[in-house]
Structures are given as structure tokens and as C-alpha cells.
Nanobody, 128 residues
Framework: QVRLVESGGGSVQAGGSLRLSCVAS????????IGWFRQSPGKEREGVAN????????????YCAESVKGRFTVSQDNAENTIYLQMSNLKPEDTGVYYC?????????????????WGKGTQVTVSS
């Protein structure tokens, strides 16, 4: 019954912006961590950002890599039960399939093995 559905991917030129959405339902835990991950061919899936739905203030948000800090923003829309990843000043190295995922109880932000349920992903392509 856990469902995670991503949308909003596409193709943009370097310097452009995209906003990804993750519609989450059927939470296994009442206050889950929802993470954004990405993967490009030949590379392991890596954490991008995480939001703890029990506290979406600054203390509940983690950015997983220095390369996305200041460019990416993760947030939630309580009314629509949706988690967003706003991406600005995109670079070619941001290209990949982006996934949202639900963590297990007390999942460690950005740690792939701590996330149990995954969406199918949405493709982001950034051209130079």
C-alpha cells in the first residue's frame, strides 16, 4: 500500500531549473524520512536530500552533498501530501534518474540502505 510517484523531470540547459514532485501515500511509519536520490549510468545511487516529515523545519532537512547546497531545496506541501525538490542553476553533472524513497524507522538521512520503499524515478537531463 506504500506508494511513491515522482514527476517533473525533463530536459533543460545548464543554468535552468526544474521542480520535482513526489506524491507519497501509505506511510509505513507515522513520521517518515522521505529522501531524494539520483543515479546516472555506471554510478551508484547517491543521496541528494532528505526531509523528515515529523519536523520540516531547518532541523528536519538534510542536503547530502556540498554540490547541491544552495542550488537545491527540499520542502513539503501538507495540503497535497507532496514532497518537492526545487533544483536551480542545474549543471550537466546533475543529469540522472531521480528517485524519492521512504526510510525505515529512524532512517539515517542520505543512507541508501536505510530506505525501504522507492518510486520508479523521473529522468533529469541537463545539457551544456
Amino acid at each position: 500500500q506504500v506508494r511513491l510517484v515522482e514527476s517533473g523531470g525533463g530536459s533543460v540547459q545548464a543554468g535552468g531549473s526544474l521542480r520535482l514532485s513526489c506524491v507519497a501515500s501509505g506511510y509505513r511509519y507515522s513520521r517518515p524520512n522521505i529522501g531524494w536520490f539520483r543515479q546516472s549510468p555506471g554510478k551508484e545511487r547517491e543521496g541528494v536530500a532528505n526531509i523528515y516529515l515529523g519536523d520540516a523545519s531547518d532541523g528536519g532537512i538534510t542536503y547530502c552533498a556540498e554540490s547541491v547546497k544552495g542550488r537545491f531545496t527540499v520542502s513539503q506541501d501538507n495540503a497535497e501530501n507532496t514532497i518537492y525538490l526545487q533544483m536551480s542553476n542545474l549543471k550537466p553533472e546533475d543529469t540522472g534518474v531521480y528517485y524519492c524513497a521512504q526510510g525505515r524507522y529512524y532512517a539515517r538521512p542520505c543512507q541508501r540502505d536505510d530506505y525501504t520503499y522507492w518510486g520508479k524515478g523521473t529522468q533529469v537531463t541537463v545539457s551544456s
